[in-house]
């Protein structure tokens, strides 16, 4: 089972919006069964699904904080055929607290995720917060790849390089020489010098993993969030559109080649 993580410690970089419109191009579009898991104190995954998060008696908060709480009983369902969500919301600021006294903190995520595979599920995406936090390390732990999107200013691009090297130390650390940054995302895109440089440093440092297609942007994918729905619910014709299925089928085409061609047969 695939675990793409999306993960930036800052904030602003359209990291929600990458998830939420990868998971539903691979249900809808590659015919997977997928798992998006919110871990965001905000809740932005779930409210961009639909999904009311202020009213749901349980979250993944409760997931990772209370062994009595299946994954089947904080998933919830949306309107793309083939995508479930596991909601977050506040609850999750107070996650590191919690578990600060458990030697295995860091494997909360790891350990609950056996379910979504038990479950049948063919990919898990992860939706990380804006911060390098005990949340997000649960969240390498549990992941296969890692998505960085990345805005296109200075402080943004400062910050890539760092995250790249958290990625390599946790997985030398946690015995997993595999985890690492499969796709790089340029998001915020303008015709402008100064993003036409970033563009080129980021192709400098990450020549293997840049995305070819940088996230313009799009006044329906704002609109269609606002709705709760995913792009291809609410304008699937749209340039919008167009730039995030482009974005996540390089995204798809970022796993080792024996998982592609496991999922290829699985499709098929």
């Not at 917060?129 to 960085?148: D, F, K, Q, W």
């Not at 563009?199 to 297609?213: G, I, K, N, V």
């Not at 340039?239 to 482009?246: C, D, K």
């Amino acid at each position: 089972m695939r675990r793409i993580a999306f993960i930036n410690e800052k904030g602003g970089t359209c990291k929600t919006t990458l998830a939420v419109n990868t998971a539903a191009w691979l249900a809808l579009e590659q015919r997977r069964r997928v798992l998006l898991v919110d871990l965001d104190t905000q809740g932005h995954a779930g409210k961009s699904l639909g999904v009311d998060v202020r009213t749901l008696p349980r979250n993944v908060f409760h997931l990772l904080t209370d062994a009595e709480v299946s994954l089947s009983s904080v998933v919830r369902q949306t309107g793309v055929s083939g995508l479930d969500v596991v909601p977050a919301y506040k609850e999750m600021a107070e996650f590191p607290v919690v578990v600060a006294q458990d030697p295995r903190r860091a494997h909360r995520l790891a350990d609950r995720m056996r379910e979504a595979e038990a479950a049948g599920y063919d990919l898990v995406l992860f939706d990380a917060p804006p911060s390098m936090g005990l949340t997000t390390r649960n969240i390498l732990v549990a992941a296969s790849e890692v998505v960085v999107p990345v805005a296109l200013t200075y402080l943004a691009l400062d910050g890539c390089a760092e995250l790249a090297e958290t990625v390599r130390q946790v997985g030398e650390a946690e015995g997993r020489p595999d985890l690492r940054v499969t796709k790089v995302v340029p998001t915020l895109y303008r015709k402008t010098a100064l993003a036409t440089a970033i563009l080129e440093r980021l192709r400098a440092y990450f020549p293997d993993a840049l995305a070819a297609t940088p996230l313009g942007y799009s006044v329906k994918v704002d609109e269609a969030q606002s709705h709760g729905k995913t792009i291809w619910e609410y304008a699937p014709q749209s340039p919008g559109a167009r730039m995030l299925a482009a974005i996540a089928a390089e995204i798809d085409g970022g796993a080792p080649a024996a998982k592609r061609k496991r999922a290829r047969s699985k499709v098929a």
